[in-house]
Structures are given as C-alpha cells and as structure tokens.
C-alpha cells in the first residue's frame, strides 16, 4: 500500500516569508499526488494535484509543488505567504487498481502565518 | 462547488445508539467515501462505494457499516456509538476515471458521542 509522509505537523512563518510544506510519499509504481488545503470549520478543497505530465505543479491561490521522483518527494511551495493562507494542508496519494481507487491522506500541516 | 450534502451537521448522541450520517450527491459521482478526521491523525478512510451496492472497508471500518442503495445516497451507521468516535466525519465524492481524479469534499458532520 501507499502512503504519505508529512513532515512537520505545524508551520509557522512570517507574512511575505516562503512557505514550504514538505511530503513524502512510498510507493513501488508512479504515484498520483494531491495537496488539499482545509480552512477552519471548513472541508476540504483541492489545491492542486500530479498526474505525470509535468513535474511542476501549479495550483490555486499562488502555490505550486514540484514532484522529485529520485528524492520520493511533493512539496509545497509559496514564495510569498499570506494571511490568509493560515489553514491545514493535506498530502494524499491515490490507489487502487481496476475499479477500487480511493485516496489516502498525510495527517497534515497546520500552517500558521504570523503578522 | 460540488453538490455534496452531509447531515446533520451535529449530533449529540448517547454512549449505546446507534447513529446515521447521510451523505447526498448531485454530480452522479461513481466514488463515495467516508473518512473521519481526529487531531494528530489526519483524515482515516472508513468505507467507501464504487458503485450502487458496492462498498468495501478502510483503514478504521470496526464499528462502522454502510449503505448505498442508489447512486446519490451513502448512508454511514454506527452500530452502537462509543466516545471513541466522537470524531468530524467527512463525505467524499470522485468520479475517479483513473487515478488522477480529485475527490470533493462535503463541510462535514461534527459527532460527539457521551
């Protein structure tokens, strides 16, 4: 089975400060990545995700993640983080085969952004 | 966003009753999903559906059963609730044609069990 690795269970950086959020994954095939962000109260929402054509992957809100395959890594980057990026960010991997796929989920990055 | 409908959106509920979640759907999403979230444990699959009747079991199923008669409709029942699933349950929606579909999320169903 796969799974992911996230390291770090909270952040916190400056306003303006580089945001990176690290994930690991372990899987034997090419994997399918996905970050999703969770705002307070909220669900979860996609925020970008790979699916092999391209190692560098921007998604929504200025973030964008960039698969390594020698280093079994997808982290997320921001150069310039936000206020309103304070939330919690998953890294989840597909899998599955035929007709069974599902999603497994890191246990996540709370991600605190200071003034 | 997604047509996706959890309810309730929270439940008090006795230590020893049984307990229905509902999630509802109006993307015609093969997927559905089931996965509670508890701090230091990120999300933890429970079931899931690929189909009308078709479900299989997750990382955390003991204690938990499912039900999907139609397409738009998967039901998550606690047998007979424990505090140990006081818990934010989410439902989930995929299409899934291929592995590189995004599941879509519902605002979730806050459960505390006394």
């Known amino acids: 089975a796969q799974s992911v690795t996230q390291l770090g269970s909270h952040v916190s950086v400056s306003e303006g400060a580089l945001v990176l959020l690290r994930c690991n994954y372990s899987?034997?095939?090419?994997?399918?990545l996905f970050w999703y962000v969770q705002y307070p109260n909220q669900g979860l929402q996609l925020l970008l995700k790979?699916?092999?054509?391209?190692?560098l992957v921007k998604g929504i809100n200025g973030f964008e993640a960039e698969f390594k395959k020698s280093e079994t890594s997808f982290h997320l980057t921001k150069p310039s983080a936000h206020m309103s990026d304070a939330a919690e960010y998953f890294c989840?991997?597909?899998?599955?085969?035929?007709?069974?796929?599902?999603?497994?989920f890191g246990k996540g990055t709370l991600l605190t952004v200071n003034p | 966003d997604a047509g996706i409908t959890q309810s309730p959106r929270h439940k008090v509920t006795e230590t020893g009753t049984p307990v229905t979640l509902r999630c509802h759907q109006t993307e015609n999403h093969r997927y559905m999903y089931w996965y509670r979230q508890d701090p230091g444990h990120g999300l933890r699959l429970i079931h899931y559906s690929y189909g009308v009747k078709d479900t299989d079991k997750g990382e955390v199923s003991d204690g938990y059963s499912v039900s999907r008669s139609k397409t738009e409709d998967f039901l998550l029942t606690l047998e007979s609730a424990t505090s140990s699933q006081t818990s934010v349950y989410f439902c989930a929606i995929s299409e899934a044609e291929g592995k590189n579909t995004e599941a879509f999320f519902g605002q979730g169903t806050r459960l505390t069990v006394v």
């Open positions: 899987s034997s095939v090419p994997p399918y």
């Open positions: 790979y699916t092999s054509a391209a190692t």
């Open positions: 989840a991997v597909s899998e599955g085969g035929g007709s069974n796929y599902k999603l497994t």
